[in-house]
T-cell receptor, first 111, second 115 residues
Framework: GNSVTQMEGPVTLSEEAFLTINCTYTATGYPSLFWYVQYPGEGLQLLLKATKADDKGSNKGFEATYRKETTSFHLEKGSVQVSDSAVYFCALSESWGKLQFGAGTQVVVTP | GAGVSQTPSNKVTEKGKYVELRCDPI?????LYWYRQSLGQGPEFLIY????????DSGLPNDRFFAVRPEGSVSTLKIQRTERGDSAVYLCASSVAGEGQETQYFGPGTRLLVL
């Protein structure tokens, strides 16, 4: 069956550091890939997505590229801020919208 | 505009009791999803509605769990004979048509605690 694996947290960074959160997936077909974010005290919200191989999703300075050859969708940001402290979830969906999530990665950015 | 709303925000019940959790999706969204999120985990899929019908209920853990969406809008997740292991945050999401590439919009969740 399908699955999503992402790096364990917490990831602790200083402000302006480079952030990478690894995400790999297994899927039988050609899924769409997503990063969702959960800020403290808030609900899940979409950060970015990519619907086919080699697509790059981007939002709020975050980027992720759909790599079919390595079945990966790693999240990156060049310079994090304290306000980026949150839990980040990698997820996939196939032909219809059931999302399968990874376990989440907590990111803590210190001033 | 209004997002997905869920009520109650918190529910405390005793083992063996019956609970109902409500979800009000974004107006016009035909697809509605329920997920369950345990502490430190990602959300797990429970059930998906397309309109009034349950298109996929493969994530419901057992027959104590049931969900309805009688008019294709509001949905209710029903849990009978609650157990301590049912304690979790129950999330509802909606999307425009239920296609795989769509964005799902999540509600704030209902935190269920079974004592």
């Amino acid at each position: 069956g399908n699955s999503v694996t992402q790096m364990e947290g917490p990831v602790t960074l200083s402000e302006e550091a480079f952030l990478t959160i690894n995400c790999t997936y297994t899927a039988t077909g050609y899924p769409s890939l997503f990063w969702y974010v959960q800020y403290p005290g808030e609900g899940l919200q979409l950060l970015l997505k990519a619907t086919k191989a080699d697509d790059k999703g981007s939002n709020k300075g975050f980027e992720a590229t759909y790599r079919k050859e390595t079945t990966s969708f790693h999240l990156e940001k060049g310079s994090v801020q304290v306000s980026d402290s949150a839990v980040y979830f990698c997820a996939l969906s196939e032909s219809w919208g059931k999302l399968q999530f990874g376990a989440g990665t907590q990111v803590v950015v210190t001033p | 505009g209004a997002g997905v709303s869920q009520t109650p925000s918190n529910k405390v019940t005793e083992k063996g009791k019956y609970v109902e959790l409500r979800c009000d999706p974004i107006s016009g969204h035909t697809a509605l999803y329920w997920y369950r999120q345990s502490l430190g985990q990602g959300p797990e899929f429970l059930i998906y509605f397309q309109g009034t019908g349950a298109a996929d209920d493969s994530g419901l853990p057992n027959d104590r769990f049931f969900a309805v969406r009688p008019e294709g809008s509001v949905s209710t997740l029903k849990i009978q004979r609650t157990e301590r292991g049912d304690s979790a945050v129950y999330l509802c999401a909606s999307s425009v048509a239920g296609e795989g590439q769509e964005t799902q919009y999540f509600g704030p969740g209902t935190r269920l605690l079974v004592l």
